[in-house]
């Protein structure tokens, strides 16, 4: 069925009548809610019409007098997004004379926003039908109707995020630019979004770091990456200094430049390269030190203990467990904290602040925060 006829059926009743004849077809589901309602004398009225309706039975079923006219349809941008995509991929196929079928019903309902780029999942277009799609010359301009009805300027493939060192985003470009710089809750990111991730899912998280007070503190970011935490601990959290460990050039460039467009880079300081490394300066000066890598941060746990001041602090411990371990991992993190300040010297009581289940990583795998307070014995 074409999308966008370009002349509709229209039942034309008296306004005053409007309402009712409305409600009617509605129910009747007679009513193309895509087309534009049309006036057609100062008092009248025409409705737009699915090609369900019946003419024959228009008027018994609408219950006052009406008339059937025939005239160029205006068509309404739908409300839902993914409905505007599926237009846009019809017209497009149409267009080309190409068969909608094995396409349109692969096309995805979840997408990832990044400012004006849009990231479809991966699979999105990589059943048969699409890869012929692929390999058409004239796929820019579906790339381009496909952007422009998500309302952005260009597009990407979010392939898995890579296993390597640096979590390495996969994208693969279709359309526009992968260099992105958007607003997400009161703080600008800008990064390259083919070299470096951005974990939208973790959003709740941001916000709740984001929302302590580390008004005073010097804080450690052990693997900040873009700034995800390093700039809501800053802009929100009113962290006196933070100082970000990160290995990845693209992330870093990502980091100053956003730290400058939040107006924070005098109360940053960057450690470019391995934190089994960079950590070794940073011994005693923190208040708090953000563990943030998946599967697990603990190679890092025993320097950023060390990175605590004499006065302690607390650790945001970033970890994928499953469910039912979840107990046993807790107390048994604690205790290794309480092994490691021993081994450091470390005269501390290890207790837990609180366990935040970020989200499900995995079937019964959680992505899980541990807070954990270190405090000098009295
Ligand atoms: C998963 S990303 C950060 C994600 C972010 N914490 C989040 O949850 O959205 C981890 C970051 O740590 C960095 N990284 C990994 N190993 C590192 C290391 N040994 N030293 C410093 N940075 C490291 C990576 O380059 C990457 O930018």
Redesign the pocket.
Known sequence: MDPHPPVARFAVVQRTNGGRVHRSLKTQGWLASRIETVTVEPDHVGFPLTEAAEEERLEAVLGVPTRLLVQEAMHRDPVDPHARLQNAVSAWLSEHGMEAEGLLEHLPKKWERLGDLVLLPAGATSTPAWLGVRRHPDVQALWMAMASSLQATSLGIQNPIAND???SSQVEMLLGTPSVCFLDHGITYAFDASK????SG?VT?RRRIGGLDMTGETVID?????G??TLPMLVHGNARHVHA????PA?ITGLRTAAKLNGVEQRLTVHE????E?LQALKGVADRCHL???PSSE?VWAACLAALKPTGGVLHV?MNVEEEHLEAWKNGTVERFQHLAEIQGRRAVVTVDHLEKVKWFAPRVRHVVLDVRVQPVP
């Open positions: 060192t640096y979590r470096v991730m951005f974990s973790n998280e052990a693997y900040a990456g873009v995800y935490y460990c990160e290995i990845n992330s390269g391995d934190n089994a960079t943030g890598l998946l190679p970033h």
